[in-house]
């Protein structure tokens, strides 16, 4: 009788769970869910003025990515900002859309509300899916977080 197996046991994360998103604080424990199996993990941060992307790279190959830009003042969730249909959750006065592997949330910035602009911030999952209830806890923290940033200044 022969074995199906070939033997080798599952892939596991040989790395830790990063804090932040380029320097943007998101706990590691909701990262964690975003991240799959691999050696070495490091993020590259890339933007012009007013728009911020990181990516969240493992074994090579972009596995998060999550930006934060300004649009301009009147653009909301259900415009389809980033291909995101309204629907998401609300919290507090900030709305966020969510899917099972990409969230965007629309960012309540107190000092930039008189010019013409608001911030949104995007975290998109780009192999496999995390599930709503993970995307929303990190899209929730990310926000949070741009808010706190030289982005909503």
Not at 1 to 30: F, H, I, Q, W
Not at 34 to 46: E, F, T
Not at 96 to 124: E, M, N, P, S
Request: aromatic letters at 4%.
């Amino acid at each position: 009788m022969t074995n199906c197996s070939s033997g080798d046991s599952p892939a596991k994360r040989e790395y830790a769970a990063p804090s932040s998103l380029c320097g943007t604080a998101v706990s590691s424990s909701a990262l964690e869910p975003l991240l799959p199996a691999g050696k070495k993990i490091s993020s590259v941060r890339s933007g012009p003025a007013g728009f911020a992307r990181c990516r969240l790279v493992v074994d090579g190959q972009v596995v998060v990515t999550s930006i934060a830009e300004q649009w301009r003042s009147g653009t909301t969730l259900s415009d389809g900002t980033y291909g995101i249909k309204s629907g998401g959750v609300e919290k507090g006065n900030t709305r966020y859309a969510v899917t099972d592997a990409q969230a965007v949330g629309r960012i309540a910035c107190a000092k930039r509300g008189g010019d013409g602009h608001v911030v949104f911030a995007l975290v998109r999952e780009e192999h496999g899916t995390a599930g709503a209830a993970a995307m929303e806890k990190v899209i929730t923290e990310f926000t949070d977080s741009v808010s706190a940033s030289e982005q909503c200044a």
